[in-house]
């Protein structure tokens, strides 16, 4: 069973350009968890999706970010017009059906960000 | 608002000997809790976790840690440590409805010295 996967693994972008990260969560999992790490810092929720929809994307800046988890094909995280402070690691998380208190999230090997 | 405190930034131990890494949280709720290690260029991988029960948890690799409510921690610890441990070790709890929405300390990265 493979675990999260994420793509490309390092990115680089120069400023205003577009950046697409994708997950492709564990088999048997409907629910993706996309985080962001800044150097030197703990990861930070950014938003929680189930296929076609956006649970809590309280960690998302308003601007630029959007993210999709659509019923076919990996989960996307889109930053429109990249700035420097973008730059970062990326980590997505998956779990599955959530019919119990906590399940367990399962995270990728992160999508690393560098804008020129 | 929920936070998780990691008092040191960097510890520095030689192989062989014991380890204890420190972890505070504030939350309102019976927390679920986790330590999690990533090495560098890596992703997350999931060491212990704690959501009731026995307070004492036993993880992978020899970790384990202990919840102590009245002090609102949750310490990592290993009797040996080995060249491999070195690592960033993150603790974490589960905030929001079931959890979901982790929050991360600000982690601490382990030296291993011959």
């Known amino acids: 069973n493979a675990g999260v996967m994420q793509n490309p693994r390092h990115l680089v972008r120069r400023r205003g350009q577009e950046a697409r990260l994708r997950c492709s969560p564990m088999?048997?999992?409907?629910?993706v968890y996309w985080y962001r790490q800044l150097p030197e810092e703990g990861l930070k929720f950014m938003v929680y999706l189930q296929k076609e929809n956006i649970i809590d994307e309280s960690g998302m800046p308003k601007e630029r970010f959007s993210a999709e988890f659509p019923k076919e094909g990996p989960s996307i995280l889109r930053i429109q017009q990249v700035v420097r402070g973008d730059s970062a690691a990326y980590f997505c998380?998956?779990?599955?059906?959530?019919?119990?208190?906590?399940?367990?999230?399962?995270f990728g090997p992160g999508t690393r960000l560098t804008v020129l | 608002a929920q936070s998780v405190t990691q008092p040191d930034i960097h510890i520095t131990v030689s192989e062989g000997a014991s380890l204890e890494l420190r972890c505070n949280y504030s939350y309102g709720a019976t927390p679920y809790l986790f330590w999690y290690v990533q090495s560098p260029g890596q992703g997350l991988q999931l060491l212990l976790k704690?959501?009731?029960?026995?307070?004492l948890v036993q993880g992978i690799k020899g970790f384990e840690a202990e919840f102590k409510r009245s002090q609102s921690s949750f310490n990592l610890r290993k009797p040996s440590v080995h060249w491999s441990d070195a690592a960033e070790y993150f603790c974490?709890?589960?905030?929001?409805?079931?959890?979901?929405?982790?929050?991360f300390g600000a982690g601490t990265r382990l030296f291993v010295k011959a």
């Open positions: 974490a709890v589960g905030a929001g409805t079931g959890g979901f929405k982790t929050i």
């Open positions: 704690y959501f009731s029960g026995d307070t």
């Open positions: 998380a998956s779990s599955q059906e959530r019919d119990r208190a906590y399940n367990e999230q399962f």
């Open positions: 088999k048997g999992h409907s629910h």
